[in-house]
């Protein structure tokens, strides 16, 4: 059992930069591929970025460039560095573990980009 909480979200201006975090406790962290999703209001949940257990990542098309993805096993964390956010990138960000056969999510947290 993995559970995740994630961290760092609120209202950002345009061009602007945040850091989220996503807390991962219980199952052993570094087994597990790692992403973050974002859905926004009237839209399908889809990938921001992904991360494997080896370090390799892949990014959706609209953030690749300007998002980071990183982890952290011994501190059993995921961040995902946003820069020159736009306001399409409000939404409510979503973080995932995969892996063992299984799936786990955190509940969201809401990023809103607004001047």
């Known amino acids: 059992q993995v559970q995740l909480v994630e961290s760092g979200g609120g209202l950002v201006q345009p061009g602007g930069s945040l850091r989220l975090s996503c807390a991962a406790s219980?199952?052993?962290?570094?087994?597990?591929?790692l992403a973050w999703y974002r859905q926004a209001p009237g839209k399908q949940r889809e990938l921001v970025a992904a991360i494997t257990r080896g370090g390799s990542t892949n990014y959706g098309d609209s953030v690749r460039g300007r998002f980071t993805i990183s982890r952290d096993n011994a501190e059993r964390t995921v961040h995902l560095q946003m820069n020159s956010v736009k306001p399409e990138d409000t939404a409510v960000y979503y973080c995932?573990?995969?892996?063992?056969?299984?799936?786990?999510w955190g509940k969201g947290i809401l990023v809103t980009v607004s001047s």
């Open positions: 219980g199952s052993i962290f570094s087994m597990y591929a």
């Open positions: 995932n573990a995969g892996g063992l056969g299984m799936t786990y």
